[in-house]
């Protein structure tokens, strides 16, 4: 997502049957490999109630409804609702929903990597489908009156179930094979929904379309060795983040085991002409609004039940080879190494900016990123790998930010889609692509352990 800096300035079987969701075939992506033991999210933990989010509010608005239907994915929450009507029982439920929600993100992936019906004329590169379609199923599920008793921690688990489900965060399945040097690497890469969608709601985020198109993809190193990518996106909400959805999800892959990953990268959307690799992560949010009109100006909270450093420290720093990567040529954006961090200096003052990174004992007020979801999705992975001496590289790339084409950027009127627009999408994710194949290439050494 867009580099935010409020205070420097600088700039989320039979019941499938019955109501089928994933209407093309499934995905290389497999069954889940199991979750943490941590906090659920906060999609999770919301209050029982039918009245529907901000983010689902949206859903009524021209772009979102014109987006749905020009690919195919209109009719998703309807047919969601109407298998809901059938369920019998919480079991049932429970089996459905997870089925539901990986069944929308297969579909999704599928769509974009050319896989079953396109849908309609919207271009297949697009990841927005999924972000409506979803939003769609919450709100039916949100509404839903069962007739068979269900508590609110019930409805709160299945939101969870289908947030997770949905967004492929329990359907990470990276090769086994412990350290042996013929089986592929274990690439996991994260994206981001769209997001200032209040400004604009035609608004497309790269890093979930990257994320879409190399789900379940293999690319071959300049050495030959094959690395598979398995990816997950995350909302654009702080409530989520605090209770944990990011390391829920990561810590599975990363803990010392046969399917530990090889290299990670979360990936959001940052500023105009370039990709930044960026070299230093804050613990501090800026207080920037979100997708749920939110807003958190603090501390970055480590949930409960995960592994972390103590003192939580304020600063983490990447480990891809950044100096490398901005040398590799890998397509027509230019890749930074950004050094560049606010913060508070020892003793106290005023937040200054540093271009070549934080001073000792310091307190952070942004990262190279900023002080929004970006910059603290980049310091939890970071965080966790520290804690569980995970020793690959790993850290957050910033894609260039993705424009619509010249006289098409009013909001109102504009179209939801264009030339311009599509052809730069998939030129950032052919971008991501080259980046994490020249990471593989380039540090073979920390590859094969």
Do not use: C
């Amino acid at each position: 997502m867009n580099r935010i800096r409020t205070k420097a300035g600088v700039l989320g079987a039979a019941l499938l049957t019955a109501a089928p969701l994933a209407l093309t075939a499934p995905s290389a992506t497999a069954a889940p490999t199991g979750t943490a033991d941590v906090a659920a999210p906060a999609a999770a933990r919301q209050p029982a109630t039918t009245a529907p989010t901000a983010e689902e509010q949206r859903l009524s608005q021209r772009a979102p409804q014109e987006i749905l239907r020009r690919s195919g994915f209109a009719g998703v929450a309807g047919t969601f609702g109407g298998g809901l009507a059938r369920v019998g029982s919480y079991g049932e439920a429970k089996r459905y929903v997870a089925d539901a929600g990986r069944g929308l993100w297969r579909r999704a992936v599928d769509r974009v990597q050319g896989r079953g019906p396109q849908g309609g004329d919207l271009s297949r590169d697009d990841d927005r489908p999924l972000y409506w379609a979803r939003l769609g199923m919450t709100k039916a599920l949100r509404e839903w009156k069962p007739p068979f008793r269900l508590t609110a921690g019930q409805k709160n688990a299945l939101m969870g179930a289908l947030e997770r489900g949905s967004r492929g965060q329990d359907s990470i399945n990276l090769p086994g094979g412990g350290h042996s040097r013929t089986r592929p690497l274990r690439v996991v890469v994260t994206g981001f929904d769209p997001f200032q969608l209040d400004a604009d709601a035609r608004r497309s985020n790269p890093s979930g379309a990257a994320a879409l198109a190399l789900d379940g993809t293999t690319v071959r190193t300049s050495s030959g060795r094959l690395a598979r990518i398995e990816t997950a996106v995350f909302p654009v909400r702080w409530a989520d983040f605090a209770a944990g959805t990011v390391e829920r999800t990561l810590l599975p892959h990363f803990r010392r085991g046969p399917r530990q990953v090889d290299l990670f990268t979360t990936i959001s959307q940052g500023r105009p002409g370039q990709f930044d690799l960026e070299r230093t992560n804050g613990a501090w949010r800026g207080g920037s609004p979100d997708n749920a009109r939110e807003s958190r100006t603090e501390l970055v909270p480590v949930p409960k039940g995960v592994p972390t450093v103590r003192p939580q420290p304020q600063w983490t720093t990447t480990s891809l080879p950044y100096a490398k990567l901005t040398s590799a040529g890998t397509g027509p954006f230019p890749v930074r190494d950004n050094t560049e961090v606010t913060e508070i200096p020892a003793g106290g003052g005023e937040a200054v900016e540093r271009p070549d990174g934080p001073t000792p004992g310091s307190a952070a007020r942004a990262g190279g990123g900023g002080d929004y979801l970006s910059n603290e999705i980049g310091y939890r992975a970071t965080l966790l790998r520290d804690a569980v001496k995970l020793k690959v590289p790993g850290g957050h790339l910033h894609t260039p930010v993705l424009k619509f084409g010249a006289g098409n950027t009013d909001p109102a009127t504009g179209e939801v889609t264009d030339p311009d627009f599509v052809r730069n999408r998939t030129a950032i994710t052919g971008q991501v692509r080259n980046i994490l194949t020249a990471a593989l290439s380039v540090v073979p050494g920390m590859m094969e352990k």
